[in-house]
């Protein structure tokens, strides 16, 4: 897929990526958050929105707080609530004093937005738009002509899908949502910007497609178990992609279950 690459950005440095709007590189790069989770900062006329305040890291707080100088964060707005997009909220908002925003249903239990948002609502210009898969709570907020597209579609590499959360079915309903749309661009949760998304987004749809038909094809051809198949289907060395793998292929197979095509016994999976 046509995936993009960036050299590693300066830490605690907010670069500017489009008028108004910049991004800011958390310190916490990894095989499953590229070169670190993206703050955004937004400017508006009352201040700063932040979007994704990012991990739980007293100097990616700062460097927030640097960046913003003396203009004041009035609102903080979340696209999810993984660990490494939610983490710094708690240390921002004693920071700063400002109200956190996010989706009216959070899938993390111990968090709950001082503003709720359903798919539709509007903060700061952000257009909320709910697209779950990677999180049942997940937000892309439309912007101007462009998406803050967060985790669903990043520019650097495909979404790890992992139930019970995650799930394949709403998944691939988002990315046909954003097919349906005309944004010019996204500014991802990970990586750079990515322009001409929709041909991005055509090509994730098709290889989600590729690899259903290649495990649907697999469990017809004999019983077998999610790490049986993904051993088979997914050629991954590092332990974290394996994991990975196989929590793809399990969201696969509970949305073809869902669908009446394999059933599971004893984490055994096969065809009707």
């Known amino acids: 897929m046509g995936f993009l690459t960036e050299a590693e950005p300066e830490r605690g440095v ?29 400017d508006d006329d009352d201040g700063l929105t932040v979007l994704d305040p990012g991990p739980d890291d007293p100097a990616h707080i ?23 997009h939610l983490g710094a909220l708690a240390g921002l908002k004693a920071a700063t004093g400002a109200p956190s925003y996010g989706f009216q249903r959070p899938a993390t239990r111990s968090f709950t937005p001082d503003h709720k948002l359903a ?10 738009v709910h697209t779950p898969g990677h999180a049942s709570d997940h937000l892309a907020f439309a912007y101007r002509d462009f998406l803050f597209s967060a985790d669903h579609v990043m520019s650097w590499s495909s979404s790890i899908v992992n139930p019970p959360d995650g799930d394949m079915q709403a998944y691939y309903a988002s990315l046909h949502r954003l097919l349906d749309r005309n944004d010019t ?13 929709r041909a991005l987004v055509a090509e994730m749809l098709a290889h989600r497609r590729k690899r259903e038909e290649s495990i649907l094809a697999a469990v017809q051809n004999a019983p077998t178990t999610v790490a049986e198949l993904a051993h088979h289907l997914y050629a991954k060395q590092d332990p974290m992609l394996k994991i990975a793998a196989e929590r793809n292929v399990l969201a696969h197979l509970i949305k073809l279950r869902a669908e009446g095509i394999v059933i599971e016994h004893a984490n055994i999976w096969q065809a009707i």
């Open 14 to 42: 907010a670069q500017q990526i489009l008028p108004g709007i910049r991004r800011l590189v958390a310190r916490n790069p990894g095989i499953m958050t590229y070169h670190g989770t993206n703050t955004y900062l937004i």
């Open 119 to 128: 798919d539709g609502d509007s903060v700061a210009g952000l257009v909320a």
């Open 185 to 197: 661009a996204y500014l991802p949760g990970h990586g750079p910007l990515l322009p001409n998304p």
């Open 62 to 84: 700062r460097d927030i707080l640097n960046a913003a100088g003396n203009v004041p964060i009035n609102r903080i707005v979340l696209s999810h609530t993984h660990h490494d």
